[in-house]
């Protein structure tokens, strides 16, 4: 382990211990002021933020984007008062689940197990949460750089009954769990680099992961889209869409091709109707070809 790793990971828990002392209220204000002094003062990745919102809201004019943009800040720092000061057990039990659990039963009584499609959307980690209290669930996940926060992040989401496999291990962990009639969390909205398919994302060209519509291709199994969002009253709402099918569907590209790009679709109307709470601080669009 290097010792910048050690460093970091130090100041991280120093600083939660700090903030777990506190009342509950008084860390997540303290978050989202540091979260608007990130945003507006330190402009940490706004750019990033900004170019990529003007890119997919052409249409808006400087203030809306700019409004947009610190709202961004705003949900990222209360995520992260949820995720590491809140209190786990009373946010799942307010979440609503809309329209309810029957989308995922549904899905599971074909017999083949299921894929929950989703991304960086809303509080994606308390949504985990939720299914695994009622669903044996395996979170596909990419390794975080810093090697003691990785496991940190790792033992919580155990702790919550979450199962999680890294990314470049998942194949077998992930057949092994369809077959066994599991849910199966991959996230989809990130930049995929050289390994992914070029698909339209929000309207914009984007390298995609393809595993979700391989895995679910290769075992018949369905894929749910689904979204944790987090209401105007503070209160969470777990969105769930109808099931998709891979019927008469192919490992053939094309097939691949088009049935990433459906179910890419149905992922981007959560983003759609909440852009403020995607994780637009991500280069999405660094690798998608085709575009300006």
């Known amino acids: 382990m290097d010792i ?31 979260g608007a002094f990130t945003g507006r003062v330190l402009r940490i990745r706004r750019s990033v933020v900004r170019q990529q919102l003007q890119w997919i809201y052409p249409h808006e004019n400087s203030e809306a984007l700019e409004t947009l943009t610190n709202l961004v800040y705003n949900h990222l720092a209360l995520t992260v008062a949820e995720a590491f000061c809140g209190n ?9 689940v809309q329209p309810g659990w029957h989308f995922v039963d549904q899905a599971l009584a074909l017999g083949k197990g299921a894929i929950v499609a989703t991304g960086h959307m809303g509080n994606f980690e308390l949504g985990g949460a939720c299914l695994a209290r009622r669903y044996p669930l395996l979170d596909v996940v990419k390794t975080q750089r810093n090697a003691p926060f990785d496991r940190y992040i790792q033992e919580k989401r155990h702790r ?22 599991g849910l199966v969390s991959l996230l989809l909205d990130q930049d995929a680099g050289n390994q992914g398919l070029q698909t339209s994302f929000l309207g914009r060209a984007a390298s995609t992961w393809p595993g979700v519509a391989r895995f679910s291709i290769r075992t018949g199994c369905p894929v749910i889209p689904m979204a944790l969002i987090r209401m105007a009253d503070g209160g ?29 679709a149905a992922v981007e109307v959560f983003i759609q109707d909440h852009p403020e709470q995607w994780f637009w601080v991500h280069r999405r669009w660094k690798n998608g070809k085709g575009e300006d």
């Open 4 to 34: 910048t790793s050690q460093l970091e990971y130090f100041a991280f828990r120093t600083l939660l211990g700090g903030l777990q002392f506190l009342p509950y209220g008084v860390a997540r204000e303290l978050l989202v002021g540091a």
């Open 160 to 181: 919550l009954g979450i199962e999680t496999v890294p990314m470049q291990l998942s194949g077998r962990r992930v057949l092994k769990h369809l077959r066994a009639g």
């Open 88 to 96: 786990t057990e009373k946010l799942v039990n307010g979440v609503v």
């Open 236 to 264: 969470h709402q777990l969105k769930i869409s109808q099931h998709l099918e891979p019927s008469g569907l192919t490992d053939r590209p094309q097939h691949i091709q088009c049935y990433l790009e459906k179910i890419s």
